[in-house]
């Protein structure tokens, strides 16, 4: 079955510089990579998705990039602030011919921005 | 607002006790899922429902019980059987079949300790 590693497992930046966060999967039918931002207490919010038709997704400060070659993907976070300070999650999900599989979560990146 | 709904926040279980989390959505979607989430481990797939009246076993579903008798409703039961029931439980959904968006939504979870 598909199997999603993310790196790294934590990441702290100084306020205004760049994120990256980096993930590979191992399935190449895998044709949908979402992301999630997870506050403290709360639950994960999707923050950009990509599909496998498309090599780059960009949304204000947040892009994502997707080598499909590769088998990997991965989230650009420009201008850094402090409230982007969570946790992240790729995952990645197999088209069935139809009907889409499970999302598989990669185990998630800690970002600290520090002021 | 559509959304999905979790209660309790926090919850305390007695060792040897069943317990019950809810989980409610008003968004219309097939599926719904049932995570667990501890520190350094992700998030983990205890069962998944895509229709009413039908469920399956994720990754660790041992100790877990669920039903889906509503398409709103996909409550989880800890069993007694699961020996370290202490955990950020989460709850999601998603649109199924040709949907275009297959991102899940997910509750603001269910954080259960036992005491």
């Known amino acids: 079955g598909e199997n999603v590693e993310q790196h790294p497992s934590t990441l702290s930046v100084q306020e205004g510089d760049s994120a990256v966060i980096k993930c590979t999967y191992s399935?190449?039918?895998?044709?949908?990579f979402p992301w999630y931002k997870q506050e403290l207490g709360k639950g994960p919010q999707l923050i950009i998705d990509?599909?496998?038709?498309?090599g780059e997704k960009k949304d204000q400060r947040i892009a994502v990039t997707l080598n499909k070659t590769a088998k990997h993907f991965s989230l650009h976070i420009t201008e850094t602030q402090p409230e982007d300070s969570a946790v992240y999650f790729c995952a990645a999900s197999i088209d069935y011919g139809g009907s889409q599989g499970n999302l598989i979560f990669g185990k998630g990146t800690k970002l600290s921005v520090k002021p | 607002d559509g959304g999905i709904t979790q209660s309790p926040k926090y919850l305390f279980r007695k060792e040897g006790q069943n317990v019950t989390l809810s989980c409610e959505q008003n968004l219309n979607h097939d599926a719904m899922y049932w995570y667990r989430q501890d520190p350094g481990q992700g998030l983990r797939l205890i069962y998944y429902?895509?229709?009413?009246?039908?469920?399956q076993k994720g990754d660790i579903a041992e100790g877990y019980s669920v039903s889906r008798e509503k398409k709103e409703s996909f409550p989880l039961t800890v069993t007694s059987a699961q020996k370290n029931p202490t955990a950020f439980y989460l709850c999601?959904?998603?649109?199924?079949?040709?949907?275009?968006?297959?991102?899940?939504?997910f509750g603001s979870g269910t954080r259960l300790t036992v005491v």
């Open positions: 429902s895509q229709i009413v009246n039908d469920f």
């Open positions: 399935d190449s039918a895998s044709n949908y």
């Open positions: 999601a959904s998603s649109p199924t079949g040709t949907a275009l968006n297959y991102g899940y939504t």
């Open positions: 990509i599909r496998s038709n498309v």
